[in-house]
């Protein structure tokens, strides 16, 4: 029996998102849409591993071991919604840009392709702080704020994600600035308060200077802290002194799940509007040619600025909806 599917523009439904990270990728049922329980996992997430080395086929194959274990779930969304994916690198329309925690052969990927390829359904990717961003501003600690948000994720690197009343500016990459003559996500990620044994005031320290340093290029109206260790906020966010207010993602570790969703929708959403603008668009040129045709047959004009004009809309509709829309 063929799965009910909801229609992403009104009220609820649920699709798939997959957090791929440097140690493990995880993926959910996603409750999308307006109301309660929206913006939520639909049952347990389902995690595996990170293959190493972190390969593109590598990565893809695991990819599809948890797609097919939602898929098995009673209840697992329609396949012809799109599944969102967040990766760890910037990625722009599709293509990964960047490697920092991943293997050097992600660079100059098609990871949409590769994955949409894989799973033999559309698949959208998003970079794994745009994502944990994304689902913080619409459905947890940022939801109804103005002005700038920064959604800062800590764990195997540093993650973040801008937003400025709610839209993303996508793949900041504020791990990679310097901090104590370093790259920044290796002296204060939670990865490297593992790795160096700080206590929670010496890691605090080091999260002072490096929020300290970002919050005097950006003076956001909000700053987000999401990762693993949201989930202890009390051991690190009393012990900062800074301008702007700070707080734990509400969503803790399944942000970039839900963003990862949301992202995709988003994205077929996007989609839909265009298709549909096109449509009138081209309506229009086809109504103006037929007006024509029945003006001359009648001895009468139409101008040939008003066809013309009706054509040219088709036309630079035609050509907007044919670019990428990230």
């Excluded at 051991?235 to 002194?241: E, H, K, M, Q, V």
């Amino acid at each position: 029996m063929a799965k009910k599917t909801t229609d992403p523009s009104t009220g609820k439904f649920t699709t798939l998102g997959v957090d791929v990270g440097g140690t493990g990728m995880k993926g959910g049922v996603v409750r999308l849409g307006e109301g309660p329980k929206t913006g939520r996992l639909k049952g347990e997430r389902h995690r595996i591993p990170t293959p190493q080395p972190a390969t593109p086929d590598a990565v893809a194959s695991v990819l599809k071991e948890i797609v097919d274990e939602l898929d098995s779930r009673k209840g697992a969304p329609s396949r012809t919604l799109p599944v969102g994916v967040d990766f760890p690198a910037a990625i722009h329309q599709g293509v990964c840009l960047t490697a920092t925690n991943m293997d050097p052969s992600w660079i100059g990927t098609d990871v949409d392709t590769l994955f949409s390829e894989t799973l033999k359904r559309p698949v959208s990717t998003v970079n794994d702080a745009d994502a944990a961003g994304l689902a913080e501003v619409r459905y947890g600690a940022g939801k109804g704020v103005q002005g700038t948000v920064l959604v800062i994720t800590l764990g195997t690197g540093i993650g973040s994600g801008l937003f400025r009343d709610g839209e993303l500016v996508p793949n900041l990459e504020l791990g990679t600035i310097e901090l104590d003559g370093a790259v920044a996500e290796t002296r204060a990620s939670a990865a490297a308060r593992d790795r160096e044994d700080l206590d929670w005031p010496e890691y605090a320290e080091r999260l002072q200077r490096y929020f300290s340093y970002v919050e005097g290029i950006f003076y956001p109206d909000l700053i987000i802290v999401g990762g693993g260790i949201s989930k202890r906020p009390e051991d690190y966010l009393p012990l900062l002194d800074l301008r702007s207010p700070i707080v734990p993602a509400a969503l803790k570790n399944n942000a970039g799940i839900v963003g990862a969703a949301l992202w995709a929708t988003d994205a077929l959403a996007g989609t839909a509007a265009r298709q549909a603008l096109l449509g009138t668009a081209r309506k229009a040129a086809d109504q103006a040619l037929a007006q024509r045709s029945v003006d001359e047959s009648a001895g009468a004009t139409i101008t040939d600025q008003a066809m013309h004009k009706a054509v040219k809309k088709a036309a630079k509709v035609d050509k907007a909806v044919r670019k990428p829309s990230r």
